[in-house]
């Protein structure tokens, strides 16, 4: 496991963290939404608001979701199931920087980020 992976999940654990102790949240509702980041989306948090509270760009479906003047550093949170991924793309779909894993955050800077492209593993 490389360093880069612990500090994302020590992140992505304060994050949950937050999440389940603020306002009194009920144990199923905390399983289902982290940082009000709906299960089974992916969503980006507005630049430099750390913690994670309230998202302004929410996905659902696979495939490539274009971003606009997104800049500086951002929460990007993957709530979806296991085995489903965000990818942070330079163009759209293509060129993927880096993977946010199921249930898992990053802290990143979206600058040269064009797209997020959801995905889903399929064994062969």
Known sequence: MTVRRLLRGAAALALATAAVTAGGTTQAHAADSWANCPYGAV?????????????????????????????????????????????????????????????EGLYFNLDPINSVTLSEWRPT
């Open 43 to 103: 969503c980006i948090y507005p630049q430099n608001q750390n913690p994670a509270v309230s998202p302004s760009h929410v996905f659902w479906a696979y495939g490539p979701h274009r971003i606009y003047n997104q800049f500086g550093y951002h929460w990007v949170l993957n709530n979806q199931s296991d085995y489903a991924f965000a990818h942070l793309c330079r163009s759209v779909g293509t060129d993927c920087y880096d993977t946010v894993y199921a249930q």
